[in-house]
């Protein structure tokens, strides 16, 4: 067996009919498998999957384990010499999984092969291409050439041989051998959902090289999801569980410092935007609380990521997941 490609269910069954369509029209030169594991397993609901590919495998976790857990999972029950992580919602556009695997298996030196994401217009979708991209995203700073100058000097310099080259792949298409990703330590289960391919990535380009190509590309539907804001400020830009998530990668990669200053500026811009808002309420003449939601909504997360600091500093084991009234922010 060639390849195993894993994809963690959670109400997706009707994505992942649609998915596994378009992997049987255009992956037909080399053997695969496909492990379904499912989150949130409704018997039954998976009937149309199995009668049109039965001979998927179907794992029932039995309860919502999160991302990390599923695809470990799917690693220990798969018989391919590679594993391809694919989200339940994408859709093969090509042979982009054919030439990923010959990609991968071009040099020995090269660990790990993604997809370049665009929508179902052929436009691509934006995404992080290098963790200092996602690192200077995670603080609010003034938008001014001085201040992105002065971050981009403190961050670790990233140095690349060739413009294919980088060090954070998408989770939604992450084709690796199955030794590297055990030999990396798998995926890690302290995370939830978010993050998690980053933090698995950092470790990933210890052994060799991640690599995005031009001609490999997928479609990503991208639809409703709780955890995503919309119609939001740029302070609140992040929702609390992909906040959360990042932070836990950034101490997790680069250290209890580097999480602590995160979370100084959070502290430190508290104060800030609300005297800057109560300013510009009483210059305009308006009650000084006057339309202030955003302001409340940067106190209830900044307060909220202060209350998990313990367990992001002292590395709690399992995976770090925000309550459901929590999420209503």
């Not at 403190?154 to 980088?166: A, G, I, M």
């Amino acid at each position: 067996m060639t390849l195993s490609i894993i994809i963690v269910n959670y109400k997706s069954e009707s994505l992942i009919l649609n998915c596994l369509r378009s992997i049987s029209t255009y992956t037909k030169n080399i053997s695969y498998e496909v492990i379904v594991i499912d989150n949130s397993f409704v018997k039954g609901k998976n009937t149309d999957v199995l009668n049109e590919f039965p001979t998927t495998i179907w794992e029932d976790l039995g309860y919502n384990a999160g991302f990390s857990k599923a695809n470990n999972k799917g690693i220990s029950l798969a018989n391919g010499e590679y594993v391809l992580f694919l989200n339940a919602d994408t859709l093969l556009v090509d042979e982009s999984i054919e030439k990923a695997l010959i990609y991968l298996k071009s040099n020995p030196q090269n660990v790990a092969v993604g997809a370049i994401q665009i929508d179902v217009h052929g436009n691509q979708i934006p995404y992080f291409r290098t963790q200092n991209e996602i690192r200077r995203q995670l603080f609010i700073l003034p938008n001014s050439q001085i201040t992105e100058n002065i971050f981009q000097n403190l961050l670790p310099k990233e140095s690349f041989e060739n413009n294919n080259e980088t060090n954070n792949l998408v989770g939604a298409f992450l084709l690796v051998s199955k030794k590297n990703a055990i030999k990396s330590g798998q995926w890690d289960e302290d995370f939830f959902l978010y993050a998690e391919d980053v933090e698995f990535c950092q470790r990933l380009s210890k052994l060799g090289k991640l690599l995005y190509f031009d001609d490999v590309k997928i479609i990503h539907l991208i639809n409703e999801n709780p955890y995503r804001n919309k119609n939001t400020s740029f302070v609140n830009r992040f929702n609390l569980q992909v906040q959360l998530s990042n932070l836990l990668w950034i101490r997790k990669s680069y250290g209890v410092l580097s999480y602590l200053i995160i979370m100084i500026n959070y502290w430190v811009l508290l104060p800030i935007f609300w005297i800057w808002k109560i300013i510009i309420n009483i210059l305009n003449k308006k009650y000084e609380r006057n339309d202030i939601s955003n302001q409340l909504t940067f106190s209830k997360k900044v307060y909220i990521l202060t209350k998990y600091l313990p367990k992001i500093i002292f590395l709690t084991k399992g995976p770090l997941k925000i309550t459901e009234e929590e999420n209503l922010i």
